[in-house]
């Protein structure tokens, strides 16, 4: 059974592009896609990622931007979450939940900050050089 919320996009399809307005998350259901930054005038791979796994979650938490381009490296089948979708579910959560995954949320935006602001400059010394 397909999700109504479920989209399908082609081998080479840019998803998201990096600036892009954060608007929705996505769960993929079927194939992959490859999560890059630029910096430098490089291309540097965040992440490869596959069934069951989610990008985009900068949307639910009033992440105005996207961080990071989304390119489908096979041809993929993903959920799509909007915000409004997400509170939804979220709010019927019991109150302990709600704060742990706003915290745990806080806590992996900082450290994806730190990482392209400072050890990405070095994983892209060692390999461009």
Do not use: H, W
Not at 21 to 34: E, H, P
Not at 100 to 118: H, Y
């Amino acid at each position: 059974m397909i999700n109504k919320n479920a989209k399908t996009y082609e081998t080479g399809e840019r998803i998201i592009s990096e600036g892009d307005d954060a608007t929705n998350t996505y769960i993929i259901l079927s194939g992959t896609v490859c999560i890059s930054i630029e910096k430098d005038g490089k291309t540097v791979t965040l992440a490869n990622l596959g069934i069951g796994d989610m990008f985009g979650e900068s949307a639910l938490f009033g992440n105005n931007k996207y961080g990071a381009n989304v390119d489908v490296t096979e041809t993929t089948t993903l959920i799509v979450i909007s915000p409004e979708d997400f509170k939804e579910k979220l709010e019927s959560c019991d109150p302990m939940i709600q704060n742990m995954f706003k915290i745990l949320m806080e806590r992996l935006n900082k450290t994806n900050k730190a990482l392209v602001d400072s050890e990405t400059r070095t994983f892209m010394d060692v390999i461009f050089v």
